[in-house]
């Protein structure tokens, strides 16, 4: 293998992070319920509590578990506006716009996409009027073209990915 190759194979690597089953198992468990102990976690999974705590520790450490988050219901705090908003954007200044609508506080979700607009935006609104300002302000960027805001009725799955 040339010296490139090594280089570019060893880069990959950095990135591939080996995983068994037992691993599989605690993720899920974890993104059932994050604030299980790891003594409830070993009973579900068939493993020591020293075990499942090692393996957490060695995944945090690898980034494979970058943190803990809470299942918040938006709706009983009136953020009851939920809404997917397509941003096409000109010039290749791409990130430089999603970072932009990153920093608005009622921005869930940021990516990028393929197909007719470059990013999607998933966020939430208390009112039609903080929506109807957020996409009039969206609209005034520079290199923003177009953008295409569909409403959501109803949530039918949102939950963590479970790894099986």
Same mark, same amino acid.
């Given at each position: 293998m040339s010296?490139? &190759?090594?280089?570019?194979?060893?880069?990959?690597?950095?990135?591939?992070?080996?995983?068994? @089953?037992?691993?599989?198992?605690?993720?899920?468990?974890?993104?059932?319920?994050? @604030?299980?102990?790891? @003594?409830?976690?070993? %009973?579900?999974? $068939?493993?020591?509590?020293?075990?499942?705590?090692? %393996?957490? !520790?060695?995944?945090?450490?690898?980034?494979?578990? @970058?943190?803990?988050?809470?299942?918040?219901? &938006?709706?009983?705090? $009136?953020l009851d506006? &939920?809404?997917?908003?397509?941003? %096409?954007?000109?010039? $290749?200044?791409?990130?430089? =716009?999603?970072?932009? =609508?990153? !920093?608005?506080?009622?921005?869930?979700?940021?990516f990028d996409?393929?197909?007719?607009?470059?990013?999607?935006?998933?966020? %939430?609104?208390?009112?039609?009027?903080?929506?109807?300002?957020?996409?009039? !302000?969206?609209?005034?960027?520079?290199?923003?073209?177009?953008?295409?805001?569909?409403?959501?009725?109803?949530?039918? !799955?949102?939950?963590?990915?479970?790894?099986?």
């Amino acid at each position: 293998m040339s010296n490139t &190759h090594a280089k570019i194979r060893s880069s990959l690597d950095a990135y591939t992070v080996s995983m068994d @089953r037992l691993d599989s198992k605690i993720l899920s468990a974890l993104a059932k319920d994050s @604030r299980s102990s790891y @003594r409830e976690i070993a %009973r579900t999974v $068939g493993a020591s509590p020293t075990t499942v705590m090692n %393996r957490v !520790k060695a995944m945090e450490g690898s980034g494979i578990i @970058r943190g803990y988050t809470l299942d918040i219901d &938006h709706d009983k705090l $009136g953020l009851d506006i &939920h809404v997917i908003i397509d941003v %096409r954007v000109a010039k $290749g200044k791409l990130q430089q =716009i999603e970072k932009k =609508i990153a !920093k608005d506080p009622n921005v869930q979700f940021v990516f990028d996409n393929t197909g007719p607009s470059d990013a999607t935006v998933i966020a %939430r609104f208390r009112s039609r009027s903080y929506l109807d300002n957020f996409i009039k !302000k969206l609209q005034t960027f520079d290199f923003v073209e177009r953008t295409e805001t569909k409403l959501i009725l109803n949530t039918i !799955k949102e939950s963590a990915v479970l790894i099986t």
